[in-house]
């Protein structure tokens, strides 16, 4: 496969999963709001601490095995051997299924003990015995989810993930609101949008992708060499999980339910930054599987600093407009009783940010087979999250689980970006990176005084952004921001899309 192809795959999968993402987030976004202005603080806070027990769960059902998959199966598409493909699917469903249910026993049994006698909260029982009925589901419609990403079918992924399960838990969540219900009428909208994605997910996988009924090709099973891989990155993304959601639980356990609730709109808000790396780091990842198994060593360096830069030039813009306008943002969109969190989001979108700019670091180290390298790296991370949520939270409260999870962010994230920055040869275009900035800062200045003109207003917040974001892209082209690549892109779009954008190329190459 030539760079130029590679470069065209990835733009057309990451369009695809970027705008699919991108649905994804919106619809989280409008049901946070919905829900958490419906609920309060409190009931919301207690949704989401049953949200952090059911996420934890879920890693224990799944134990790494979908990620595997992706990697498994993009090798064997490459080596064009679809006897191996189907043993992989195969296996995974044959030890996800047992396993999610076994979770699902086991945090339906102990929901008394976690809601009492951790969380000193009995109302929450309830909730964990909705939560943990959507385990198998969650586990089943994970993993077809990874197998469409695998075959490169993003349009499926993204029905189910950007279309069934949203879609159906807001239309749920609604006709609920109407007729009054309460929040655990709420968390049953979330257990149905599970079950109807699991639905579509077996039919597309049988009739669109890959049939493992009808199809007579004998699965060749690998087991062994799937769980090895994946076990390993089980570790890491349990620690990871942790790392996402300790700050929640430890809230939970020390402090009131309404600081849990006000922490957990300022933290998804911010995660939404995370959906420009998703978009390409998903696509990279099986690219540069592929790119792997070819020894293509260079391409993957290639790709990796394309992604990292458009990362960087997409995210910077969230960044600072968070920044500016965080206490505006959390009361205009979820309500005065949420705006003490503005110091948190501030805290947490800095975090964040350099969470993401990095790039793909942790899909390239799976790539070099470096799962057990992340393991420990993921290991230091999350213990210096718990001893710093233990230290911080009962001092500062929720700024001090927000403080708490930047710094384990910045000794993970910063080690493993070390580690892939020798590995692949990276070098970073320092002046293009300069000019992003520039280009991001100038424009503060000039709406710094409107903020002034009518504080929380809904319409001054749109057009501060409108007027920030128009100013950042005529100073990136004025700055001459854009390389050769960025104009390659440009022109596979137009082939694509069948259209002439002459006049942005021309902008460009200014």
Known sequence: MSEENSLQQLIKGAGLFFLGTLFIYLMKFIYRIIVSRYLGPSDYGLLSLGEGVFNIAILLATLGISSGVIKFISHYLAKNKPEKIKGVIIASLKFILPTSIVISALMIIFSNYIAIGIFNKEELAPLLVIFALAVPFFGYSNLLTNIFIAFKKIHYRNQLNAFIRPVSSILIVILIIILKGNVYLIAIAFLVSYVLSAAWGFYLLETKTFSIIRTKIKAVFELKKLVSFSLPLFFSGLFVSIMGWIDTLFLGALRTSEEVGVYNVALPFVNTLTIVLASFGSIFFPLASESYARKEYKKIAQMYDSIARWIFLLSLPMLFIVLFFSKEILGII????????????????????????????????????KTKTLFYINSVAVISNILLNFLFIPRWGIVGAAVATTISILIKEGTIFIIIWKRINLVIRWKEYLKYIGSGLIPLIMIYFLRFIRPESSWLLL????????????????????????????????????????????????
């Open 463 to 510: 057009t501060s952004i409108v007027i920030y974001l128009i100013l950042y892209l005529v100073l990136l082209i004025s700055f001459s921001s854009f390389t050769e690549d960025d104009v390659k892109i440009i022109e596979m779009l137009e082939k694509r899309l069948t259209i002439n954008l002459w006049w942005l190329r021309k902008l460009m190459i200014k």
């Open 334 to 369: 979820f309500g005065p009783a949420y705006e003490s969190g503005f110091l948190v989001l501030q805290v947490l979108m800095v975090a964040y940010f350099l969470k993401i700019v990095i790039g793909p670091a942790t899909e390239t180290m799976m790539v070099f087979h």
